[in-house]
């Protein structure tokens, strides 16, 4: 990769790395802290047989210690796809923590963080109306605005969007054409996808019969795999195509044409995440074993962007988190490793 004048690396000392008896994938940030004021990480593992595990991990930052809590790990059926903690919990009126995951079936968890840890299933919830199976589920997103939403993509090209609280469908639309691999809410009602028909599309659960197409691969057919939405300036979006080194940068208010493409990585992109706490700074990681930190031009130049900084993993990085709860640490999965970058 060419140097830009403003890169800069990211070295170990700037890493916290909790090794796992086993490959991992699906990460969480939780907005809520252990009872001993520690950051709080789910992890989950990638096996590919029915028995899998998630274990919930404690982040000393004073130490830079990542401790595995026994008394919270649990058994999951199928690697969890994607986990996602409860966005605001106090919403709940309860002390304990919310994990919900997505494997062949979404799953809610009470993470009981008392004088006695431990965790309990809550809910299992099957979108299939004719089946007690339902198609395997590749993603959610919990509705931050209102958090007793949330929605599931399924390879059977749905979107469903649960009423968690009540424990029913509030609606199931065929989202795509092929598989769903990903989605995302911008506002309480608003939310988007993207799929291996190549298109990101956004719905608005205010007139369902609709949907905007807003960018479409440009070899037709090349699958979409995961979908960012800019919390922080809703106008933008970054999608990755499979097998691609680019990530592509949208403005839902110019749809078609890409407003940058982020080029430097040498092997395909497999996760992005924005910054939780700036609107022009996005992080990507990918089969270079490379995360690179990318602030964007208001224009872009001829030569493309550089990114501002760059972390090299042990291993081809298939996972990557920027939370809102701990701004300043970057999670990424390689491997059965999972570590944390400062930034």
């Not at 995951?101 to 809910?123: A, H």
């Not at 795509?176 to 298109?199: C, L, N, P, T």
């Not at 007139?207 to 809703?234: C, G, V």
């Not at 298939?318 to 990424?332: E, G, H, K, V, Y």
């Amino acid at each position: 990769m060419e140097n830009s004048t403003q890169e800069s690396h990211l070295g170990p000392e700037n890493s916290v790395t909790y090794d796992s008896p086993y490959a991992l994938y699906a990460m969480a940030f939780s907005p809520t802290r252990t009872r001993h004021n520690h950051p709080r990480i789910a992890v989950g593992s990638f096996i590919e047989e029915f028995s899998n595990r998630v274990d919930i991990l404690s982040f000393d930052p004073d130490t830079l210690t990542l401790k595995a809590n026994p008394s919270l790990s649990f058994d999951h059926p199928y690697p969890p796809t994607k986990l996602m903690f409860h966005p605001n919990p106090n919403s709940l009126h309860k002390s304990n923590d919310i994990l919900a995951s997505s494997g062949d079936y979404l799953r809610l968890w009470e993470v009981k963080d008392s004088s006695v840890d431990r965790l309990e299933p809550i809910s299992v919830l099957n979108n299939s109306k004719t089946s007690e199976f339902c198609a395997p589920l590749t993603s959610f997103d919990w509705n931050e605005i209102e958090p007793r939403r949330i929605g599931t993509s399924s390879i059977d090209t749905t979107c469903t969007i649960w009423d968690i609280e009540k424990g029913v469908v509030e609606t199931q639309l065929i989202a795509h054409d092929k598989e769903v691999y990903d989605i995302a809410w911008g506002e309480a009602r608003v939310f988007a996808s993207v799929s291996a028909d190549g298109s990101v599309r956004i719905f608005d659960l205010r007139d369902k019969e609709h949907s905007t197409i807003i960018y479409e691969s440009p070899q037709p057919d090349t699958p979409l795999l995961r979908l960012a939405w800019n919390k922080q300036d809703l106008r933008y979006m970054a999608t990755i195509l499979m097998d691609s080194n680019k990530v592509v940068i949208l403005d839902i208010r110019s749809p078609t044409m890409p407003v940058a493409e982020l080029e430097r990585h040498r092997g395909s992109v497999n996760a992005i995440a924005w910054a939780p706490q700036s609107a022009r700074h996005i992080c990507s990681a990918g089969d270079d074993s490379q995360a690179l930190i990318w602030e964007l031009p208001t224009v872009a130049g001829p030569n493309g962007i550089d990114p501002m900084s760059m972390y090299s993993a042990g291993a081809e990085i298939n996972q990557l988190q920027w939370s809102a709860a701990q701004p300043d640490w970057i999670a990424i999965a390689f491997s059965n490793k999972m570590q944390l970058l400062k930034v």
